[in-house]
T-cell receptor, first 114, second 109 residues
Framework: DAGITQSPRYKITETGRQVTLMCHQT?????MFWYRQDLGHGLRLIYY???????DKGEVPDGYVVSRSKTENFPLTLESATRSQTSVYFC?????????????FGEGSRLTVL | GQNIDQPTEMTATEGAIVQINCTYQ??????LFWYQQHAGEAPTFLSY??LDGLEEKGRFSSFLSRSKGYSYLLLKELQMKDSASYLC??????????WGAGTKLIIKP
């Protein structure tokens, strides 16, 4: 099916472990984003990508790594997970350009770090 | 700093009308979005305003006043399925989205 999908949907890990959240979209959208959502906060941008091999930091990039070797995939890696990274992570995409097109979100990945 | 303010929670009755306000202070303005997010689900697009005035889309309308740094989302003929969080987001001068914390809307029968 076309769309944007995330995996895993739920993940429990321990402090210090590496975790990778996957994001895949079938629309060939140029822009992709990773957000985290925590109670009492708006969505906070972690990293974004304007195209394959182009990534840039968002508001809260520390402790995260991204890559984008193919347009359709944008994995997010927590190199050494901490409890403060317990959150819901949303991947999103949108059509190219500096315009203000709407974002299309994946279903979210709920990560718990013990 | 940049700031988006929305009420944390609102309650309304099925069949009624509710207005959810959003005020913003951002470095520049290139539009304002409203998204709906049901519990445990992803946000979905509702509306986009870049010019002053009211945009109507079925039971939902969104209003913008750039001079006042103010927007509202108006929901008419409320249905139980409208129970959700409503997120306001502003596009700043760098074309970055700044998100409010969201307003949780509870609909009572």
């Amino acid at each position: 099916d076309a769309g944007i999908t995330q995996s895993p949907r739920y993940k429990i890990t321990e402090t210090g472990r590496q975790v990778t959240l996957m994001c895949h979209q079938t629309w060939s959208h140029s822009y992709m984003f990773w957000y985290r959502q925590d109670l009492g906060h708006g969505l906070r941008l972690i990293y974004y990508s304007a195209a394959a091999d182009i990534t840039d930091k968002g508001e809260v990039p520390d402790g995260y790594v991204v890559s984008r070797s193919k347009t359709e995939n944008f994995p997010l890696t927590l190199e050494s997970a901490t409890r403060s990274q317990t959150s819901v992570y949303f991947c999103a995409s949108k059509v190219a350009g500096r315009d203000t097109g709407e974002l299309f979100f994946g279903e979210g990945s709920r990560l718990t770090v013990l | 700093g940049q700031n988006i303010d929305q009420p944390t929670e609102m309650t309304a009755t099925e069949g009624a009308i509710v207005q959810i306000n959003c005020t913003y202070q951002t470095s520049g303005f290139n539009g304002l979005f409203w998204y709906q997010q049901h519990a445990g689900e992803a946000p979905t697009f509702l509306s986009y305003n870049v010019l002053d005035g009211l945009e109507e889309k079925g039971r939902f309308s969104s209003f913008l006043s750039r001079s006042k740094g103010y927007s509202y989302l108006l929901l008419k003929e409320l249905q139980m399925k409208d129970s959700a969080s409503y997120l306001c987001a502003v596009v700043d001068s760098n074309y970055q989205l700044i998100w409010g914390a969201g307003t949780k809307l509870i609909i009572k029968p």
